[in-house]
């Protein structure tokens, strides 16, 4: 089960390596420019909470969903 995990978890990745502007805007700033965003794995109830900065996409927590939505928010890259 826990190479299943790992594993999703890496094509998730993978998505947003490729797309990083996949996923669900979280946080947004002034002007409504998102900043964050989350992203679902497949088959767990896990979800990854990622930012983009210039070109780089930073993984700022892989979190499950039953943790406070707000789990994660205070960390910075």
Partial sequence: MGDRLIDSVRVTLDVVAR???SGTPTVERRHRK??????TTS???YAIRHRT?????????I?????HPDFGTDRSP
Avoid: K, M, S
């Fill in 19 to 21: 797309w990083p502007n």
């Fill in 34 to 39: 998102t900043v964050e965003r989350r992203i």
């Fill in 43 to 45: 088959g767990f109830l």
């Fill in 53 to 61: 900065l210039d070109d780089v996409v930073a993984v700022l927590a």
């Fill in 63 to 67: 979190y499950h969903q039953r943790r």
